[in-house]
């Protein structure tokens, strides 16, 4: 393979301009952008186990799949939470929850997405007040607000 130009290299390489790589290394856009016709969610009830769903996350990784499973673990009404990347060339995961019955499995998901959404809104509000302050203090020693 090294005598080989771009040209001549097997059908499953092909070159992105960065050199070659493997087919199956998808575009970065795929990776989170929805198809025509394609949910960003879709909820399946688990008739095995009662008050139990399996919700598959479509363009998504394990970034989100472990915080709504960390936030839906902190509900006293979740009796479990879990989530598995059913193959890593794929960018969905699947989120299973089993409520007490007081809530539903739907029920407990939405909340703890609401529950994220204002932590993170905390944190960046948190994070642009002390970067603002330690940016005014670094003025008011050296004028040029640059640390050193």
């Avoid at 080989?4 to 070159?15: A, F, G, I, S, V």
């Avoid at 025509?36 to 799949?65: C, Y």
Wanted: proline share 5%.
């Amino acid at each position: 393979m090294a005598n080989t130009t771009p040209n001549q290299m097997p059908e499953h390489y092909h070159d992105r301009g960065k050199g070659l790589t493997e087919v199956n290394d998808a575009d970065r856009f795929e990776l989170f952008l929805l198809q025509d016709g394609e949910k960003k969610v879709a909820e399946t009830a688990d008739t095995r186990i009662p008050s139990s769903s399996i919700f598959v996350f479509n363009k998504e990784d394990h970034t989100l799949g472990n915080l709504l499973r960390a936030r839906l673990l902190q509900s006293p009404h979740v009796k479990f939470a879990g989530y598995k990347i059913p193959h890593p060339l794929f960018s969905k995961f699947e989120l299973r929850v089993q409520t007490d019955g007081d809530i539903t499995p739907r029920a407990a998901v939405v909340q703890a997405c609401r529950d994220l959404v204002n932590d993170l809104g905390t944190l960046s509000r948190e994070f642009t007040k002390e970067w603002e302050l330690r940016k005014m203090a670094g003025e008011g020693i050296n004028g040029s607000g640059i640390d050193r």
